[in-house]
């Protein structure tokens, strides 16, 4: 049965954090990036399930503009969280000093001694790939497996875009499993940056410029 789309992009609060971290870690803990940073098949799901809970709990739902899709499985059904995006809105810095220097003892435990160091390098990596020209970012976009193929991931792309587009701004992304590049080049982003840094997982940093 097709899913009913309740609210294709709505803004994010702290109550949907749960919700948000249910969502990213079923869609993304078996890409390269998570199968590198926590090798572990037992635990990766809980461990990637908390890597969104610092990511958004702390940063990109209250100082970012995530936003969430809401759908319901028949029509009279109650409507849930389904698809999440991490935005970051121009100016504004979700992974801030401050918010970094609270998280650090919980990131620190969970990635473990030996990925902190490669880590680290990667994040630094992604920072110095960033414009300096303002611009949206988008940190990560997710959407649970069994609501897949619904449109809700490029519902939650499109409207972001569209903000972007309101606002002159270009978009920044990256995108670290390879066979999503081609869906973002679909919607006018080009590689300008390509990294190699986790054991042959690469990361490709993705621009769309201003319209």
Known sequence: ??????????????????????????????????????????????????FFALTAGFGYVPFGDTRVAEAAEEPDGPPSVRGAALWAAAGHTPESRLVSLRTWPHWAELIGRDRRGAFLRVFAEWKMAEPQEPHLYLAALGVDPAFSGNGIAKGLLTA????????????????????????YEAFGFRVVRESASMDGVTSHSLLRDRR
Do not use: C, H, N
């Open 160 to 183: 972001g875009l569209e903000r972007a587009d309101a606002e002159g701004l270009p978009v920044f992304t990256q995108v670290l499993d390879p066979k999503s590049v081609g869906l």
């Open 1 to 50: 049965m097709t899913p009913i789309l309740t609210k294709a992009d709505r803004p994010a609060a702290l109550d949907d954090v749960p919700s948000i971290v249910r969502v990213m870690g079923g869609a993304l803990y078996d890409t390269p990036f998570f199968r590198w940073l926590f090798p572990d098949d037992a635990t990766r799901v809980a461990r990637t399930r908390r």
